[in-house]
Each structure stands twice: as C-alpha cells, then as structure tokens.
C-alpha cells in the first residue's frame, strides 16, 4: 500500500524477509521480494494507468534502461557485498527529505519539463540508473524515482509515481527472471507476500488517486522519514 503511493514499500519489506529468514543468502531475500513486489506494482500502475495519460515513449524507454540496468545490478549481488550501502542510504534519503520539506509547493503542479529528444535521454539515464540501483540493492527505488519525477521532470506526485510503478515493474520483472533462474526464491512464502502486496497495490494506488498531490506529498514527507530512521537505527546497532 505505502509502495504504491510513494514508494519505499522495499524498505519495509526487505528488512522483514531478513528477520524472518536470517540464514537465507542476500539474493534470496531480494528474489522473494522481488517476486511479491512485482504484483502490487503491477497492480497500482494499472490503477494509474486507466485514471490519467502517461508521455508511453518516455515511459517505455525508462523501463527498457531499467530492466538493463536492473539485471547488472542482480548480477553484482551474487558477486559482491551490499555492505557499503548501509549507510549511503540514509543519506541520500536524508537529502531528499530535507528538500520536499523545505519546498512546499514541490510536485504539487504538473508542469513537465522535458519535451522530444531531450525526455527520451532523461528518461533512458533515469531507467538506467535506477535500474542498477533496484537490481543490486533494490528498496528506496520507488521513493527515488517518484522524487526524480518530481524534481527533474516536473511531475506532479499522483504522476510521479505512477511512472514510478512502470519503471519499477520493468525493474522487478527483469532482475527476478535473473534471480528465478538462480533458483533464489523461497516460492511458498513468495506466493503469500504476492497475494498481499497485490491487494495493497490496489488500496494504495485507490487512495492516492482519491486523495490527490497536496495528500501524497504529506505521506512522501512521513515514510521518507521513518525509513531514514528505520535504516540509521539498523545500522549503529550493527555497528
């Protein structure tokens, strides 16, 4: 539901398969979790879809970079450690959290920015890099991508993030046919986080159409800000 909004729902979901599942390896966290999430963004991306227009050139070039870059980033999972991320994370998040608080009227007009050959190339560079981020390490992605929207594109949220969810379903769709052909997905519990995540698809994406810009930039700002805490708090304890 929080991912289909704004975002983030990884941050949620990827720390709780690793308390449940400890002795299981990074990339099969990440599979199982990409397995569920492909469901209910799929799911809030139709919801999206069917309610307002989408620049689809931009869009299918964004998720073509993404799924690239998507399936190198899956591969560098299996080959090196996440380790150095832990508390990069924060940061990033802390930067972004800072600047949607101090500008008020951030993504609450939908002004695009970008037009022709200059939206292709953004697009591609947004998809790519993205894409390599959600294959290797994955949460925050959608939180990064409805900010990038944002700020670099001029969307509004509600259009934010439903290019948020079309780019992420290309993500999810590409690593987890890398991760699927590894065999790192633990399937009987996949099966069940599928089940949820795409009925919380359906809520989230309901209620952010239902409710507006002005509302979702509100709940950007609050799950920004527990998922900085969320990942300072793991990672001192770690230390």
């Known amino acids: 539901m929080v991912d289909a909004m704004v975002g983030g729902g990884g941050l949620i ?18 599979g199982t979790s990409k397995f569920a999430g492909i469901f209910g963004t799929a799911a809030a991306f139709i919801q999206y879809a069917r309610r307002i227009a989408l620049p689809k050139r931009a869009l299918l070039i964004a998720s073509l970079t993404a799924g690239i870059g998507a399936v190198t980033g899956a591969w560098l999972l ?38 022709g050959r200059k939206l292709d190339a953004a697009s591609a560079a947004t998809g790519a890099t993205l894409g390599l981020y959600d294959g290797f390490f994955g949460p925050g992605t959608g939180s990064f991508l409805v900010f990038i929207y944002v700020r670099v594109f001029g969307f509004d949220f509600v259009h934010a993030s439903a290019m948020a ?69 793991k990672y001192f304890s770690a230390g």
């Open 13 to 30: 979901q990827v720390p709780a398969l690793v308390a449940i599942f400890p002795l299981a390896a990074p990339a099969s966290i990440m």
């Open 78 to 115: 299996t080959k090196i450690s996440r380790a150095q991320f832990d508390l990069l994370l924060p940061i990033l998040l802390a930067g972004i959290f800072i600047y949607t608080l101090v500008r008020k009227d951030l993504g609450q007009l939908h002004v695009p920015r970008f037009q």
């Open 165 to 233: 969810k079309g780019v992420n379903v290309a993500c999810n769709g590409f690593a987890l046919m890398f991760f699927i052909a590894l065999g790192h997905v633990l399937w009987p519990d996949a099966i069940w986080l599928a089940a949820a995540n795409l009925a919380g698809g359906i809520v989230g994406s309901h209620l952010a159409l239902r409710y507006g810009s002005i509302w979702m930039r509100r709940v950007f700002i609050v799950v920004v800000a527990a998922l900085i805490l969320n990942m300072l708090r």
